[in-house]
């Protein structure tokens, strides 16, 4: 979080300027306990505050931990009721009653403009497998991420470990970041 927080601070001085406030990530979280082995989802959504109107790199880490420690918090003791199997908890009710929402809210003239931002964007961090993979003998060298952004989100930045390395995938709308490759 600190290395994407400082990076994107970096980015927006040379992009028209840093805001006042801290941008905020949305950031998935497992739910998953480390002796659960089921085949499912067990993942919520937290919100992250970055601290990037800090200029000072000790300040930003600080008020990072600070925000996650919250989070961590928060979590701890709403894990038992929170919801983390979306793909069998009413799914299909859910994403087909969202997107008859979407296509009424959106398709309205300006009111995107109108609706508060949760988030800046999305910071996922993935724990990938820490031994070398092979595919028909060759060792496959690194596994860049790869996720997507939605609408009012315009960066997702995933961070995969694997075999020792990190890996950071970045996907934006060119419109929001044209120089995408710059903030890599």
Known sequence: LWLCATAL?????????????????AMPVSLREESNKELNNQASMS????GTQHAGPVRRLAAIMASTGKVKQALGGLKSVLPT???????PWLVGGAA??????????????RLPAIAN????????????????????????????IIHGLALN?????????VDFG???????????????
Request: glycine share 8%; charged share 15%.
């Open 9 to 25: 601070r970096s980015y927006l001085a040379t992009h028209g300027g840093v805001p006042r406030k801290s941008l905020v990530a």
């Open 47 to 50: 919100l992250v505050q970055l």
């Open 85 to 91: 199997d979306y793909p069998s908890l009413l799914a």
């Open 100 to 113: 008859r929402w979407a296509l009424k809210t959106y398709g309205r003239p300006g009111i995107t403009e």
């Open 121 to 148: 964007l999305v910071i996922s961090n993935v724990p990938g497998p820490q031994v070398p993979l092979y595919l028909a003998g060759a060792r496959m060298l690194t596994f860049h991420p790869l996720s997507i």
């Open 157 to 165: 930045i995933t961070i995969q470990t694997y075999a020792g390395r």
């Open 170 to 184: 970045l996907i934006g709308d060119r419109q929001a970041l044209p120089d995408l490759q710059k903030l890599a």
